[in-house]
C-alpha cells in the first residue's frame, strides 16, 4: 500500500472533510466500512459551521490524509489541556477501511503532537459500545479511563441516537 501524503486542511476543504466524515459514519454509504454509526445515530456527524472554526484556530490542526490529491481520510488534533492533545474526526474512505490508511492517520497525528506541539499524551473519545473501535484503538496503545462523557441528546448537529443513554469513553495515550 502506497503511504498517505498529508496537509492541513483550508477553508476551501471544508465540503469534502464534511462528506468525508458524514460518509464514514452516518447513513447507507457509512455501512460498506466498519466505522459506522448508522444503527446508533442517525443525521449529520459535523457539517462547515463546526468544522470552520477548528480549521481556523491556532491551536487546531485538521490533517488530511491524501492519495494522489485525492482526500481519503483525515483527523483533527487540537490542544485539549497543557501536555494534552485531543484526537478526533478521525475518518477514512468506507471502501477503503481496514487496508492501514486509519493507522497511518493516527501515527501521523501522534506525530505531529510530539513533534510539533510537544505533548506528552492524546486523548479521544468512544462512543464506549463500540467494542471495534474500542479494540483498534487499544491496539495502537490506548487506553480506556472510565470517564465517560454523555452525548449530547437534543443537539441534531451531532446527529440524533438511535439509542437511549449512548456514552463516549476517554481513551488516552502517553507520547514518551
Not at 447513513?27 to 463546526?50: P, Y
Not at 487546531?60 to 485525492?70: A, C, N, T
Not at 506525530?111 to 473501535?133: M, Y
Request: proline share 5%; glycine share 8%.
Amino acid at each position: 500500500m502506497n503511504p498517505l501524503s498529508f496537509r492541513p486542511a483550508t477553508i476551501s476543504d471544508i465540503p469534502a472533510v464534511v462528506a468525508l466524515v458524514t460518509s464514514a459514519y452516518r447513513g447507507e454509504a457509512s455501512k460498506v466500512g466498519w466505522t459506522t454509526e448508522a444503527n446508533l445515530i442517525d443525521g449529520q456527524r459535523i457539517d462547515a459551521d463546526m468544522l470552520r472554526p477548528e480549521i481556523e484556530r491556532p491551536d487546531s490542526l485538521v490533517l488530511l490524509g491524501m492519495r494522489d490529491d485525492e482526500l481519503v481520510a483525515c483527523t483533527h488534533v487540537s490542544s485539549a489541556r497543557p501536555g494534552t492533545a485531543n484526537v478526533g474526526l478521525f475518518a477514512v474512505r468506507p471502501g477503503l477501511q481496514g487496508g492501514g490508511l486509519g493507522k497511518q492517520v493516527l501515527a501521523e497525528a501522534e506525530r505531529v503532537a510530539r513533534q510539533e506541539w510537544a505533548v506528552s499524551e492524546l486523548e479521544l473519545t468512544v462512543i464506549d459500545i463500540r467494542d471495534e473501535l474500542v479494540a483498534f484503538y487499544e491496539r495502537r496503545g490506548f487506553v480506556r479511563t472510565g470517564e465517560h462523557k454523555h452525548l449530547s441528546y437534543g443537539d441534531e448537529r451531532f446527529g440524533t441516537p438511535r439509542v437511549p443513554d449512548l456514552r463516549m469513553e476517554v481513551m488516552r495515550k502517553a507520547l514518551v
